[in-house]
């Protein structure tokens, strides 16, 4: 079976279009002893919690507590069993590593009680507390193994 002109056409714009293309890719934090050290015991992740409930803190967030905020935060308004179970898990993850693996999950949850634009949305202010870089693009090989499977 052949492919239609209009078809060709336009998966041929479509590929050139993600050869060009840019993307940034979400990292984890690095693993090294310096962040070994940062980690911090369950029961030390429990207490600012209940502090925090007790009486407000005039210090600064740690960058893990901000991430655990602005995590817990992208699931406000859901609930069921999943959303409850993996806001524990994010309020009592030891480091921003942990926290980082759970990311996917996070995104599935909203997916499904929301929409993927909403996930897209709120994930990128999640995703904000981990390193990025820049993902150069697709070189003319790499795009010709790819368009070669379709033609």
Known sequence: MTATPWFDRWFRRR?????????????PPASTQVE???????????????????????RPASPLEQARRDFCAAMRDLH???????????????????????RSALYQLIAFHLDQAEADRRLARVNR???TRAMGHATTSEHHAHSSLFL
């Open 36 to 58: 070994e050290a940062e980690a911090e015991p369950v029961s030390e992740s429990i207490w600012p919690i209940l502090r925090q409930r007790l009486v407000p803190s005039d």
């Open 80 to 102: 069921g069993d999943a959303v409850q179970d993996l806001r524990l898990r994010a309020g009592y993850s030891p480091s921003l590593r942990e926290l980082w693996h759970l």
């Open 129 to 131: 507390h981990f390193p």
């Open 15 to 27: 590929a050139a279009a993600a050869v060009t293309s840019w993307r940034m890719e979400i990292q």
